[in-house]
């Protein structure tokens, strides 16, 4: 603790063509701490003219010194990026808990790490890849020769968000790509530090930019309908999906949307209950509840469900809610008091649906100030309550009993989303025949968060657009021209 006593939380400025600058019109809003509602510091608040200047910063970049680099020269720079977050790990991982409520520990443990991890995965990745060829007879040689796609807009939620920053932006620079990103509002520090860190491995000026700001009328406006950005990476939800394609739709960006999930967690009754209870913690309240692939809505068949129900609270019961910075926090406040609002307003509907509140559903004794709930279990609803249909987003679940696997697989692609799902059973066959029905893109069985970056990441329905990872991304962020020679 006395290392992270001395990091102090930063202001916050744009990062364009390699500089730090305010807002064109000096503009600022505040980072509020939702652990103590304390201001953390000031962010320039972007508009059109801040775009305007980071996206012609990308542009020259792009056809400057960046296009000579080799994949060689790329990956190396990759690499340190890699290790120079590992180098700031700690100062990274305390500001990534100031600004989002979550617990350092977490953030230390998962989001940091795997922020460096995503650098040195593509350092290596990119060094690996081919381009197909195919031989026609003795007609022709057709071959493919890939090429950045231009200059990316990168917006991101907050609730992953050097982690998830970090994701899009390690194959968009390793395949050649200048980039304009915009951080969410709430969470605006790591995003601002790794600005730094790029510098400092060697990232030429004017390829990675960042601009801060707010949605429409702002920053994520502006990218979303420049005419000199060529494709958007976007994190977020459905609803700013559409109103980003809306944008886009004029100068026809190439999209990658990962989208919000309502995710199903359907446990068998032959399954392993210890394992299914221990990780079934996890999949519900790591993180406040704020992760995309929550299972929020667990499915326990009728034979186990009453053990189910009694044992899962007992155990979520002992969860310690607490500050953020805390070393036995697990649970630590939610990012903000706007979303703080919309969860306990989600407890609120549930109640007048009929209910009932197993645990938690309201804030924890003892904090007057903070965006804390108590980890919520919710039974007794119908599926056409809200809280079964909707995206929460925050420490809440609801558990519902079934009793044959037609009726689960209906309930769970119930849903608008398809994000992920798990399957807990110790009957193979049936695991594979569930997987093989379930309306999800990305299905865990006996396990969940378990992640090769090699795999497909992304959603169906309203969950997503296209698929990240491995050869997925590298797709994203390059362009394909097939030559065709005559033999
Ligand atoms: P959000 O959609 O409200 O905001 C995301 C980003 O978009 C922010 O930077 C915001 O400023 C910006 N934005 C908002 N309106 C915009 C507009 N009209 N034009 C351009 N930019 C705009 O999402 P959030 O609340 O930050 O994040 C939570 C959501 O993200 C949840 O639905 C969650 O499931 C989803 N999510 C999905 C994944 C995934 O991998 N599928 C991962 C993390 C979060």
Known sequence: MQTKAKIKSINCQHF???????????????????????????VSEGGKEDVDYAVAAARRALKGPW?????????KILRRIGDLILER???????????????????????????AYNFHFYADYITSIGTEAYQQDQQALHYSYRRPVGVVGIIKPWNLPLLLLTWKLAPCLGMGNTAVIKPAEWTPMTATVLMEICKQAGVPDGVVNLV????????????????????????????????????????LKKLSYELGGKNPNIIFADAELDEVIETTIKSSFVNQGEVCLCGSRIYVERPIYNEFVSRFAEKVRALIVGHPLDEDTNVGAMVSKEHYDRVMGYVEIAKKD????????????????????????????????RCIREE?????????????????????????????????????????RVSHQIEAGIIWVNTWFLRDLRTPFGGMKNSGIGRTGGMHSIDFYSELSNITIKL
């Open 89 to 115: 790990q700690e100062e990274l991982a305390h500001l990534e808990s100031l600004d989002t409520g979550k617990p350092f520990g977490l953030a230390n443990s998962i989001d940091i790490p795997r922020a």
């Open 67 to 75: 296009k000579n680099t080799t994949l060689q020269e790329r990956s």
């Open 212 to 251: 801060h700001g707010f949605g429409p009328d702002s920053a994520g406006g502006a990218i979303s309908e420049h005419p000199d950005i060529d494709a958007i990476s976007f994190i977020g939800e459905p609803g700013t999906g559409s109103a980003i394609m809306r944008s886009a739709s004029d100068s």
């Open 354 to 385: 009929g209910g009932t509140i197993v645990t938690g559903g309201k804030r924890p004794d003892g904090f007057e100030k903070g965006f804390y709930l108590e980890p919520t279990i919710i039974t007794d609803l119908s599926r056409n309550s």
């Open 16 to 42: 364009i063509n390699g500089q730090f600058v305010e807002s064109k019109n000096q503009r600022t809003f505040e980072n509020i701490n939702p652990a103590t509602e304390e201001v953390l510091g000031t």
């Open 392 to 432: 929460i987003f925050g420490p809440v679940v609801t558990v519902t009993p079934f009793d044959i696997e037609e009726e689960v697989i209906m309930q769970a692609n119930d849903t608008h989303y398809g994000l992920s799902a798990t399957i807990w059973t110790r009957n193979l066959k049936r695991a594979h």
